[in-house]
């Protein structure tokens, strides 16, 4: 039965081919593309809008010249559509998984400094435990972990707040911090150095995250901190891959979380600077939407990923303690 506020013509016209036709269009800001990415003929799809909009009882779209933009209103129902698309397309998923005899999937997002020692770690226990359940990653900074988490890409993430407001939307529990590190590769010229400032280290080329990612906004700080201009010769990178493939081939330097660069600076590949950086981050932790439980599965993942947390501030409070820490200056 419709709900008072929500028009029974609304409720009865509203179809998957419609959601499909709103995604697309809001994603693409033409009419004619979004009709042809849903194997639509464009007159079709103009009808198409124009019942939705009448449906609605309000323009969703404007069209000016550059094409179809999308109207403050319009913009919340293009969500939707994008988000009950995602949740669809999932529930099929799962529903193929469990009709073939597994035990349906769980999409988990983890920022750099947690997919190492807190993510992976926690996924591979889970799977030990539910062998035929299917599991996916995604690697990325913490604003586009939390734009896939907005629109129901993922169960939950393992990240940081990356803009102000949004606790209104997400939950979120603290987990442990990143034990950063400025490394080069091995051989570098400032392998040679018994103490080093920030000052030192700017006029080399730098490896930098996004600027919208958290961990980058922090040395920002630390460089305003020192009254140090962000370094002009710099790369600014997503990928961890990227990341350590530029280190190594060149005479860059980079701030990564220890648990990224463990590896590399056990054999060799790189080598760690005498500088402190990045003392202020804030923990990550996992972040979920408001008001939606988990489920059994990711409710597990989230308790094993509490265990590795645990150990990962152990070994942190470890490293700090044998790690000389100079004042920084510049």
């Known amino acids: 039965m419709s709900s008072p506020a929500l028009p029974a013509a609304l409720a009865n ?4 081919r419609h959601l499909m036709l709103l995604h697309r269009l809001g994603e693409l800001g033409n009419l004619h593309r979004a009709a042809e990415a849903i194997s639509l003929a464009q007159p079709s799809a103009s009808k198409m809008l124009r019942d939705l909009e009448l449906a609605f009882g309000f323009p969703l779209f404007e069209r000016s010249a550059r094409g179809m933009d999308v109207t403050e209103l319009g913009r919340h129902v293009v969500e939707f559509a994008g988000s009950a698309l ?4 999932r529930f099929v998923a799962d529903l193929e998984a469990k009709r073939r005899g597994g035990f349906g999937q769980i999409v988990v997002g983890g920022i750099m400094g947690a997919a190492p020692d807190v993510v992976a770690r926690a996924v591979a226990d889970l799977k030990r435990k539910r062998p035929l359940l299917a599991v996916r990653i995604l690697g990325e900074t913490s604003d586009q972990l939390l734009d896939l988490l907005q629109r129901r890409e993922l169960d939950l993430a393992v990240g940081r707040f990356s803009a102000p407001l949004q606790h209104n939307r997400f939950d979120f ?10 490394v080069v590769r091995k051989g570098h010229p400032l392998c040679r150095a018994k103490a080093l400032q920030l000052a030192d ?11 919208s990612s958290p961990a980058r906004q922090l040395m920002e700080d630390e460089f305003a901190q020192a009254n140090l201009r962000t370094p002009e010769n710099l790369v600014e990178c997503g990928s961890i891959f990227a990341m350590l493939q530029l280190l190594r081939a060149s005479d860059a330097v980079a701030v ?10 056990d054999t060799g590949l790189l080598r760690r600077l005498p500088i402190p950086v990045g003392g202020k981050l804030s923990d990550f932790g996992v972040l979920t939407r408001k008001s939606e439980p988990l489920g059994p599965a990711a409710l597990e993942l989230v308790a094993l990923m509490r265990v590795y947390a645990a150990r990962m501030t152990k070994r942190n409070l470890a490293s700090l303690k044998r790690t000389r820490k100079p004042r920084l200056s510049a």
């Open 173 to 182: 529990e603290p987990l442990a911090n990143e034990l950063l590190c400025a």
């Open 256 to 265: 990564l979380p220890e648990s990224v660069v463990r590896d590399s600076l």
């Open 86 to 89: 995602v949740d669809f397309e």
């Open 13 to 16: 016209r509203l179809r998957y």
């Open 201 to 211: 280290l700017v006029t080399w080329p730098w490896v930098l995250q996004l600027l």
